[in-house]
């Protein structure tokens, strides 16, 4: 089976520039995640769905960030304009929350990459 | 914060020995999970293990819950040069977060050959 899906793998950018991170979550998954990873940080959640609908995007650090989930087999994560500060690793992660109301594991894509010049 | 902490940061180990880690968390779960990151990718979930289960084995996985205390600890037996990785515990709250994990800031564990 296919595991989540993340485009593009690295991403190297001036600042200023449009930054679009893609998310194709696992089939029959209604939890999507987007998480960012720094070595200062740590693993930082940003935004999460539950079947297409944003629950919590208090994670979101500014108004740059923005996420959409247009159906249940994408996700995008957009910063504009893009920092320095925005150098991380991002993942996109899914789950599926069974009828006993307890979390499944989160399966996570191999990240991308991003290095803003 | 609702996140768990592990303990230690760093752990050093040769193949063979055993290699424990511990995690701390805050409020009440309906389970904690481990995971297993690998250079350059993404996290690996390795075992759940329920609030009402003390005990879990996997494999050469072995992990505690100890819910008095708000602890759990993973326990890797015969280490292997391969197990190098970053480990990180997450608790499942449920309630009003139901779907999210909190994640901790993880042990990075070197096993020399």
């Known amino acids: 089976d296919a595991g989540v899906i993340q485009s593009p793998r690295h991403e190297v950018t001036e600042m200023g520039q449009e930054v679009t991170l893609r998310c194709k979550p696992i089939?029959?998954?209604?939890?999507l995640f987007w998480y960012r990873q720094t070595m200062m940080r740590g693993l930082e959640l940003l935004i999460y769905?539950?079947?297409?609908?944003?629950?919590?995007d208090s994670g979101m650090p500014e108004d740059r960030f923005s996420a959409k989930m247009p159906n249940a087999s994408f996700s995008t994560l957009k910063i504009q304009p893009s920092e320095p500060r925005d150098s991380a690793v991002y993942f996109c992660?899914?789950?599926?929350?069974?009828?006993?109301?307890?979390?499944?594991?989160?399966?996570f894509g191999d990240g991308t990459r991003l290095s803003i010049l | 914060s609702q996140q768990g902490e592990e303990d230690p940061q760093a752990l050093s180990i040769q193949e063979g020995e055993n290699a424990t880690m511990n995690c701390s968390y805050k409020t009440s779960i309906n389970n904690l999970q481990w995971y297993r990151q690998n250079s350059g990718r993404g996290l690996v979930h390795l075992i759940l293990?329920?609030?009402?289960?003390r005990e879990k084995h996997s494999g050469r996985l072995r992990v505690t819950l100890d819910t008095s205390k708000k602890s759990s600890s993973l326990l890797i037996t015969a280490s292997r040069a391969a197990d190098t990785a970053s480990y990180f515990c997450?608790?499942?709250?449920?309630?009003?977060?139901?779907?999210?994990?909190?994640f901790g800031r993880g042990t990075q564990l070197t096993v020399w050959p």
């Open positions: 997450a608790t499942d709250e449920g309630g009003s977060t139901l779907g999210r994990l909190y």
């Open positions: 992660a899914s789950s599926v929350v069974t009828r006993a109301y307890s979390n499944q594991p989160q399966h």
């Open positions: 293990i329920r609030s009402n289960e």
């Open positions: 089939s029959g998954h209604d939890y």
């Open positions: 769905f539950n079947n297409n609908v944003p629950i919590d």
